[in-house]
């Protein structure tokens, strides 16, 4: 608290690190009398999304208790601001519905009973079952599943300490197609734009207000903007994002690679582009075209020729974005140059068959225009992201998991996660235990009626251990439910690639830390945290000794003190170690405050890591590199048998992390894994293509795909005009299933309505507030419309974020957010839900939960899904093809029905668009594995 001065001077941005041990506010409930609350603050890192922002923990020094979360202004990435989701937080920590204590299953499992049982139980009784499996050799039976990660570098060590291949993700219905077609450019496998100091940026989504990093590549974007930058954003819906652009482009879904050929092209042909940029970094000799010669000159004029379909004409055509928008933000993209910074993660890459090749194509307008490295261009994440390196790290695995990566997809960017349930039904393997993290896939990801049949089958998960936050529809069917915390109730150390910069948050638990600096002492965290809510990294430490109790597994060693031989890791250990020795910089700037570098972080929440952030593929090859190197015909500098760097000009420097130690403008990987027609960037249709809705309703016979899609086989019950669903857009204050009970979010957001453009809305003749019916290939659900302008026509939209449900009346659930619904099971395959009780206003702990005012807790879409794996990335192809009704008069809001026999069925027709390897490499060996075993395991046995 400040005295008040009428020039404003008093305010301030956030409270100085110096007033932390004692920040005054005043009480604003006591107001007009002036009484103080004193507050002592310590930093963490929020865990509402991957951005990882910092958050100051406010500490009522008179209660004890934490009274709210603001922004770190020290957080380099953040600097002080946040979403709404991360203030959310302090009602996460209070929800008077979350789970305190380690429960069990009593009864069959989804029966809903349980009991409380002690930490002690819950790990002698995995740490058997798992030193069985190892014993055994049944590593692959051992399966840890994460939703939200948010901890860098700590799973793939514990999981190599055990020697299992058992990391699934829930990526393949996130990120990977977009993943794969960065990857295919430059091995990394995400873009880091540098959006403050760009000229022009383009949006292929939502990105100012949701998505990824998405507060802080805002603050640039508006930044880079306020500069003069111009802004285009290419979305089928009008979302906050595209009301703030220069240019919105509403695409039809799945023509995105269409237009952005189409601006190559233009780029091309009128000589707009960066031949010294193209020349050197590209690997254009490499090409496979029509007229190509080996000289530059006429690999220019083969790509004109190769790409001379993609007119602008062709692209409105697909698109419905006017021709005349296409060339001119083409100029302006050339005109910006190497100051062209994009964005593209979710949107037209997860919605889409072939969606890895809006990658591809947006990176051709990077290569072009030479942005690739650049101040106010297209970085790499490797560059920005710092990941340290801790202690010990245990070897990479032995092990192939084909549960994970199955034969089918050996260009899978990620782990063929939403084909677990159909895998297990074929019978290609079994888990033993399996670990859900923060991870709800029967609510989240598509076919959840098959995730329920596969986790009700003990004979298919033989122990499932759910570790999360909070109580979701997965944790349902869970042997244990494991209370894990939130962000002020956990350590973790995170980076990201926000910015042009690089840092190091670390989360922290604010109570421990607060009762330690007062002199207690603590061997667990949950000791300080609510109820027993304990935090992974202890939990995994002592499952690891609970496993290896003698250490004769070799499990044990890699959980034992680096300061301490023979005692067990505790978190100051592991993360005071990586302070003092894996983050340049921080033990000076430590010392310098006579702090310890984990005195240091404790105090600061967050450290800036100093470093070259551009252009690093220009960085020359050490003189160890290139002694007895040798270089190849084709540039790249080769020694000891692997790929070192590459000649530019005559200069040995390091290049890509690709083959050609270039930029791949040609994938060779791409031609000799089967897929030679997709060598280049490509546009092909989509499966929710216009064409591939005629020949579903039998009106055409058009060949739309290049690989024979099946035709959509809709239920006899489906009736109404196709469209085209759009079903992933973020509500931008909702977390995935973690808002449950977050009281300020579902006051701001609670339904999810079915976006109907007014021109469709007028000829079926619906208005606002009608119920309709949307059928999708296994069945249906019944929702409300809601008519707008700010869609592109013949395509509806539903957000992802709403319908929780809940099968019990009062118990183990999130009463603010879900439903209570009948889930029936009416024959084999067959599933019903109706909703019967909406949300309402109850009594609890926290006296605003008999003020909900709301009682909608909108519908489960997700589950009426069928899996459309693309046959490259893996990723699940989320649009939808539907048809919409008018609801019938015995159909009720919410009403959701399933044939998960037709879900398999689809899941048969998608598989039979794969091309599987055929040689003896599971998987290219340069290609990335989230946690990489040794190179032999990528060979078949
Ligand atoms: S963007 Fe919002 S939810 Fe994500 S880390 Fe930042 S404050 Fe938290």
């Known amino acids: 608290m400040n005295d008040f001065k009428r020039d404003g001077s008093h305010l301030s941005f956030a409270p100085p690190v110096e007033k932390w041990d004692d920040w005054v506010e005043l009480d604003p409930q006591q107001w007009p009398r002036k009484v103080q609350r004193h507050f002592q603050i310590i930093p963490t890192i929020c865990f509402n999304c991957e951005s990882a922002c910092g958050l100051l923990a406010y500490i009522n020094k008179e209660t004890g208790e934490i009274e709210k979360f603001e922004g770190n202004p020290k957080h380099p990435a953040s600097r002080g601001r946040l979403c709404a989701k991360g203030p959310a937080t302090i009602n996460q920590i209070h929800d008077p519905d979350r789970i305190l204590y380690p429960m069990k299953r009593v009864g069959p499992r989804g029966g809903g009973k349980w009991e409380r049982v002690s930490w002690d139980e819950v790990l002698s009784t995995l740490g058997a079952r798992m030193r069985k499996a190892l014993q055994e050799n049944r590593k692959n039976e051992i399966m840890y599943h994460v939703g939200r990660p948010g901890h860098d570098g700590v799973m793939d060590r514990i999981l190599q300490a055990w020697g299992v291949d058992g990391h699934n993700s829930h990526t393949n219905v996130c990120s990977s197609s977009a993943r794969l077609g960065y990857m295919l450019w430059h091995y990394a496998d995400r873009p880091s734009p540098d959006h403050a ?50 240019y919105w482009l509403p695409t039809y879904p799945g023509t995105e690679a269409a237009v952005l050929l189409a601006m190559a092209k233009v780029i091309l042909d009128e000589n707009l582009f960066d031949a010294e940029f193209v020349k050197n970094w590209t690997n254009w000799q490499q090409l496979e075209l029509e007229g190509f010669d080996g000289s530059f000159e006429s690999a220019i004029t083969a790509l004109r020729k190769y790409y001379a379909r993609f007119t602008p004409e062709f692209a409105e ?13 083409a100029r302006e993209i050339a005109q910006a140059g190497s100051r062209f910074a994009s964005h593209l993660w979710r949107g037209s890459a997860s919605g889409n068959l072939g969606g890895w090749q809006t990658a591809r194509a947006l990176m051709l307008l990077h290569a072009l225009t030479g942005s690739v490295g650049t101040e106010g261009g297209h970085n790499l994440n490797a560059w920005n992201k710092f990941v340290a390196k801790p202690f010990s790290s245990p070897p990479p695995q032995q092990e192939w998991n084909e549960l994970l990566y199955p034969p089918e997809y050996p260009l899978a960017m990620h782990e063929l996660s939403p084909l677990l349930p159909h895998f297990l039904k074929e019978g290609r393997g079994r888990i033993d235990t399996y670990f859900t993290r923060v991870f709800n896939p029967v609510w989240t990801y598509p076919d959840g009626f098959s995730w329920i049949e596969m986790l009700k089958d003990e004979s298919k998960v033989g122990f499932h251990a759910a570790l999360t936050p909070t109580w979701s529809e997965t944790a349902w069917f869970a042997d244990y439910v494991l209370p894990m915390g939130f962000s002020p109730e956990r350590h973790d150390l995170m980076s990201q690639e926000t910015h042009s910069g690089r840092w190091i948050g670390f989360r922290q638990p604010v109570m421990r830390v607060l009762r330690e600096r007062k002199g207690e002492h603590f061997d667990y965290t949950y000791e300080t945290n609510p109820g027993e809510v304990w935090e992974e990294d202890e939990f995994w430490i002592n499952l690891s000794w609970a496993m290896d109790p003698d250490g004769s597994l070799g499990v044990r060693k890699w959980f034992e003190s680096p300061y301490r031989p023979g005692q067990k890791l505790t978190t100051d250990d592991y993360y005071g170690w990586i302070f003092e020795n894996s983050v ?37 090859l050490a003189p160890a590199d290139l002694e007895n190197s040798a270089v190849q015909p084709n540039g790249t500098i080769l020694k000891g048998g692997k790929t070192v760097g590459v000649l530019v000009g005559d200069k040995p420097v390091v290049g ?47 060949d739309f795909s290049p690989r024979h899609m099946p035709k959509v086989d809709w239920p006899e019950h489906a009736r109404g005009d196709v469209y085209t669903l759009l079903p992933i857009f973020r509500l931008p204050n909702l977390i995935h299933t973690r808002s449950g009970n977050a009281k300020l979010l579902y006051e701001i957001s609670h339904k999810n309505p079915l976006w109907l453009n007014s021109a469709n809305a007028k000829r079926m003749g619906m208005r606002v507030g009608d119920l309709v019916k949307v059928h999708t290939e296994i069945g249906y659900f019944v929702l409300h419309a809601w ?91 989320w649009h939808q093809m539907v048809r919409v009704e008018k609801a019938g008069s015995n159909d009720r809001y919410g009403d959701i029905f399933v044939d998960t026999n037709r879900s398999y069925a689809v899941y048969k027709n998608w598989l039979a668009l794969t091309r599987p390897a055929s040689g003896p490499l599971r998987r290219p060996l340069w290609f990335p594995r989230v946690i990489r075993p040794v190179d032999s395991a990528f060979y078949r046995k």
């Not at 306020?226 to 652009?245: E, F, Q, W």
């Not at 897929?675 to 809705?693: G, T």
């Not at 659930?813 to 009948?822: K, L």
Request: glycine share 6%.
């Open 197 to 246: 100091n760009a000229r022009f940026i383009l949006l292929l989504s939502a990105h100012l207000e949701s998505g990824h990093y998405f507060n802080p590549h805002a603050q640039r974007i508006i930044e880079g903007k306020m500069a003069g930058a111009k802004l285009a954003v290419m979305d089928p819906r009008l979302s906050n994002t595209a009301s703030m652009a220069d």
């Open 317 to 329: 055509k697909e698109s419905g974005v006017p021709a005349v928008n296409i060339v001119r933000i």
């Open 584 to 620: 340049p910089g921080l033990p000076a700037v430590a010392a310098k405050e006579n702090l310890t570098p984990l005195e240091y972080m404790r105090k600061y929440g967050a450290f800036e890591v100093k470093g070259e952030m551009h252009r690093q593929n220009e960085n020359p």
């Open 656 to 702: 890509f992390n690709t083959p050609s130690r270039k930029l791949e403008l040609f994938s060779q990987t791409m031609a000799d894994w089967n897929w030679p027609e997709f060598a280049l960037p490509e546009y092909y249709r989509s499966h929710i293509h216009r064409s591939a809705q005629a020949v579903s309703l039998g009106r055409s016979s058009e």
């Open 787 to 877: 008519v707008t302008e700010g869609l592109a026509p013949d395509v509806v939209a539903c957000s992802h974020h709403l319908g929780r449900w809940h099968v019990n009346e009062d118990q183990q659930i999130e009463r603010m957010s879900s439903a209570w619904v009948d889930l029936q099971q009416t024959g084999p395959g067959q599933w019903k839900m109706r909703q019967v009780q909406s949300v309402h206003p109850y009594k609890s702990a926290d006296p605003d939960t008999q003020r909900v005012w709301w009682s909608d807790p909108g519908v489960h879409q997700n589950i009426t899904f069928p899996v459309h794996p693309d046959p490259v990335s893996g990723m699940h192809c």
